[in-house]
Antibody, heavy 118, light 109 residues
Framework: EVQLVESGGGLVQPGGSLRLSCAAS????????MNWVRQAPGKGLEWVSY????????YYADSVKGRVTISRDNAKNSLDLQMNSLRDEDTAVYYC???????????WGQGTLVTVSS | QSALTQPASVSGSPGQSITISCTGT?????????VSWYQQHPGKAPKLMIS???KRPSGVSNRFSGSKSGNTASLTISGLQAEDEADYYC?????????FGGGTKLTVL
């Protein structure tokens, strides 16, 4: 069974940093590209970042470019999102999601809540 | 990276059919046959319902179908059931990024 479990969310002050992690199991993690997608409270989904299986191709949404870094460790079956210079508008539930050829997200984690507030 | 346009809400009675539209541009929906649709119940993670415009993943009811014409994709749910009440999001690949719609709240009357 495919499982994606996010962790690392919490309360952080504006300008602060946070590192999110996603532990993957139930599939060959090193064969799949992965993404982070977020959802602000009461709002819609917003794609954040993409990383391919070998970490050679990485994309970021304009809203986070320069402030976040996506990375993965295929030996540990883990996906990370380092978030710096956090702003109020970064407050959201952050989901990790597996993506397959055909560019759709077939499995999602349960999400981790990041709250940016003073 | 502007969001795709979806109606904020739609409603229908049990047994009826509804269609949710998703309008993008020639840079996303119009350029790629890579629109997907997700169902999200309150407090839950999104669930894939339709991929690549019209493909239904294993386990998804055949009451759900997708289509696309030009810059607009559509999700149709036939034979509405109470459990279909949820938020629905479209998503399109846009060449090195993905863009979601604003979401549509489906109410089953």
């Amino acid at each position: 069974e495919v499982q994606l479990v996010e962790s690392g969310g919490g309360l952080v002050q504006p300008g602060g940093s946070l590192r999110l992690s996603c532990a993957a199991s139930g599939f060959t993690f090193s064969s799949y590209s992965m993404n982070w997608v977020r959802q602000a409270p009461g709002k819609g989904l917003e794609w954040v970042s993409y990383i391919n299986s070998g970490s050679s191709t990485i994309y970021y949404a304009d809203s986070v470019k320069g402030r976040v870094t996506i990375s993965r460790d295929n030996a540990k079956n883990s996906l990370d999102l380092q978030m710096n210079s956090l702003r109020d508008e970064d407050t959201a539930v952050y989901y990790c999601a597996r993506i397959v050829p055909g560019s759709y997200f077939d499995y999602w984690g349960q999400g981790t809540l990041v709250t940016v507030s003073s | 990276q502007s969001a795709l346009t979806q109606p904020a809400s739609v409603s229908g009675s049990p047994g009826q059919s509804i269609t949710i539209s998703c309008t993008g541009t020639s840079s996303d929906v119009g350029s790629y046959n890579l629109v997907s649709w997700y169902q999200q119940h309150p407090g839950k993670a999104p669930k894939l319902m339709i991929s690549e415009g019209s493909k239904r993943p294993s386990g998804v009811s055949n009451r759900f179908s997708g289509s696309k014409s030009g810059n607009t994709a559509s999700l149709t749910i036939s034979g509405l059931q109470a459990e279909d009440e949820a938020d629905y999001y479209c998503c399109s690949y846009a060449g090195s990024n993905w863009v979601f719609g604003g979401g549509t709240k489906l109410t089953v009357l």
